[in-house]
């Protein structure tokens, strides 16, 4: 099961941050450099808060896709057995990761250690299920490749040349057989939402679904995205058979 506080949920390099002050050997050193030191060691905090940020937002899209219709599922249920999972006869496992604008694309090799880890961890699951099929929702591109077309396996999808040459390095490295990469490639896709157009979506069809103009959706938008935070908090405590979701 996914877990909100582990490492990696922002898609970033591993840091040594810590909230301790860096050790200070010359105390004539200026105060405020010491305190954008400290500053600068303490933001591995704020840096998973705003993963988890933007795994809800993805989470409150995904609902409003179903709403809407453009997302054939029943179900949006956050921090299930991934991230997100969307139920119903055809099943989306989501696994979403988050970065930063000024730390720019993810690094190819990055982004496929994303997506092979992702694969691992749902494999026995989907050997049960085997109508489950992965997501891995990107919040920026991958060194220059992108798609926002939802659900195409990675094996036939054209936008991603260069990682599906990576996913296969990966996967070397890894001793996968020919059997798994080809699972993973036919089952396993890769989409890019950004900030900027999962807000315009959202104020665009939210305002429509509640019959409210782009200006006013903020509210509605504001009340879903509660509605998220509340269900997965009760999702901390539910057991499989009382998981808690959006219909």
Known sequence: MAQRRAAGKTGMPASPQTRHAPDVSDDEQPLATFLDHAWGASRSGAIAARGFHYQDAVAAWLATRMACG??????????????????????WHVQVKSRQARVGDFPLGVAATHVVDAWGRGRALRRRFPGC?????????????????????????AAWPRLRSRLADVCQRRKLDAADADDLLANTSVFVLTRDSLAQFMAHEVGRLAGLPVGAAAIAVRSLAAEIAKVTDANAEAQWQTRNGLT
């Not at 099929?133 to 999808?157: I, N």
């Open 70 to 91: 453009a997302l054939p599922c029943e179900r949006v249920v956050p921090e299930s057995l991934e991230d997100v999972v969307c139920e119903g006869e055809q099943t």
């Open 133 to 157: 099929r992965l997501v891995v929702v990107f919040e920026r591109g991958v060194e220059g490749e992108s798609s926002d077309v939802w659900g195409v396996p990675l094996g036939s999808d």
